[in-house]
């Protein structure tokens, strides 16, 4: 389906606050880096700007709010500028997203259905969060009571010594995360081994996806089981003993990747980490659609006396990063305005800040990306120490653009 946008705009003049639409050419398009599958318009005068971005179909939010605001930023270049989504239909944490976006760039969502009449329609401000937008968050995370009532005695028999195993390694800095049919044991967020439910029975094996080296993969793959001594077999135990010594030398002489590096830095610092955020809690629920929480697994929980408090690594592209954590802030805000408390925590308050953890290097670009917010202070920016892969995050504190902690 083509959809001749220029002519739904002009038919609709009231909709918009301009007229005198002109397409964006596809090779100015691709020298932005604008995402090539949704339509781009712009009109206006040199003191205010205004864009459309369109999409057709159905399509991934961050990708479409990031679309909107790169366009917004190449067409106002300083200048007052408003963005026009338009599409079929708008989650409810899109939707709170765009409500976030202000200051010299601003935004409307507008819905477009072919066959009604009118087939546009601007979505005012105050509509953005009524009643019926209400975050799904999916299931919690089962706790071991759970397990318990899933598995027959001899299997949760097993599952305890397996743990017991498991908790012996914490000091390696070992931890277990439970899903709903299963649990994995993680270096950081490396997953090294997996019990997984399977009917009646369960599978124990270690995990090497974490590599790309197929004889490293061959060498380590091996099944777990409880023999008759009431132990984990040998060959399973000695393999995950290969796997961590592995992952600590990477670490040690500098090979591992540095998003995995930062996982461990933030999970088990004991200095800065600890005073100012608190203790480290496991994500606390399985999102019903990973579009409603972008990148669950890129977000770090704490729990300092009764608050919640939520970490976001940049090692790269950090717009697209911020607007990530657009939308992550958009549906705890969509939660927690419609239950107590936070998902699987309604003991605990969220402060409602996502800490923003940047390298230096990309400090710039980060405070362009808080000038199109409207409330930046949401997102507080923490540089790292330029030698944090060795030292950790020592003096960090000292790096603060903005420090809101204890708000």
């Known amino acids: 389906m083509n959809i001749k946008w220029k002519e739904l705009w002009d038919a609709n003049p009231d909709i918009f606050s301009v007229s005198g639409w002109e397409e964006c050419p596809e090779e100015v398009r691709k020298g932005w880096h604008l995402p090539s599958q949704f339509d781009y318009f712009s009109a206006g005068d040199i003191s205010f700007r205004v864009g459309i971005i369109a999409a057709q179909g159905v399509y991934r939010e961050e990708d479409f709010l990031l679309g909107g605001i790169l366009w917004g930023r190449h067409l106002g270049n300083g200048s007052r500028t408003l963005i026009y989504y338009v599409a079929k239909e708008f989650s409810p944490v899109f939707l709170g997203a765009v409500s976030q976006i202000g200051g010299m760039l601003f935004a409307r969502a507008v819905f477009w259905r072919e066959k009604l009449t009118p087939?546009?329609?601007?979505?005012?401000?105050?509509?953005?969060?009524?009643?019926?937008?209400?975050?799904?968050?999916?299931?919690?995370?089962?706790?071991?009571?759970?397990?318990?009532?899933?598995?027959?005695?001899?299997?949760?028999?097993?599952?305890?010594?397996?743990?017991?195993?498991?908790?012996?390694?914490?000091?390696?800095?070992?931890?277990?995360?439970?899903?709903?049919?299963?649990?994995?044991?993680?270096w950081g967020n490396i997953q090294i081994a997996e019990f997984k439910k399977k009917g009646n029975k369960f599978e124990l094996s270690t995990k090497v996806k974490w590599t790309r080296n197929k004889n490293i993969a061959s060498k380590f793959l091996k099944l777990g089981w409880v023999d008759f001594s009431g132990n984990l077999n040998d060959e399973f135990c000695r393999a995950i003993n290969g796997i961590l010594e592995l992952l600590e030398?990477?670490?040690?002489?500098?090979?591992?990747?540095?998003?995995?590096?930062?996982?461990?830095?933030?999970?088990?610092?004991?200095?800065?980490?600890?005073?100012?955020?608190?203790?480290?809690?496991?994500?606390?629920?399985?999102?019903?659609?990973?579009?409603?929480?972008?990148?669950?697994?890129?977000?770090?929980?704490?729990?300092?006396?009764?608050?919640?408090?939520?970490?976001?690594p940049v090692l790269e592209k950090p717009s697209l990063k911020v607007v990530q954590t657009l939308l992550a802030f958009s549906a705890f805000e969509s939660y927690t305005k419609h239950h107590q408390g936070f998902p699987g925590y309604p003991q605990l308050e969220w402060n409602h800040k996502i800490f923003l953890f940047c390298e230096a290097d990309y400090m710039e670009e980060l405070r362009l990306c808080q000038s199109w917010l409207k409330q930046p202070d949401n997102y507080p920016l923490i540089i790292m120490p330029k030698e944090w892969r060795t030292e950790g995050f020592k003096g960090v504190k000292d790096n603060f653009i903005a420090f809101g902690i204890d708000a």
């Open 119 to 186: 087939n546009l329609y601007v979505l005012a401000e105050k509509d953005y969060d009524k009643g019926f937008f209400r975050l799904d968050t999916g299931e919690l995370h089962p706790g071991w009571e759970h397990w318990q009532r899933e598995l027959n005695p001899v299997a949760w028999n097993h599952l305890t010594v397996i743990n017991r195993y498991f908790q012996s390694l914490a000091k390696r800095r070992v931890r277990a995360v439970s899903e709903k049919n299963k649990i994995t044991y993680c």
């Open 249 to 312: 030398n990477m670490e040690i002489n500098g090979s591992l990747d540095s998003r995995e590096l930062l996982d461990l830095k933030i999970i088990y610092d004991r200095e800065f980490i600890p005073q100012y955020f608190g203790k480290y809690l496991e994500v606390p629920w399985y999102p019903k659609d990973f579009s409603d929480l972008i990148e669950s697994r890129q977000l770090y929980f704490f729990q300092q006396d009764q608050s919640i408090r939520i970490i976001k």
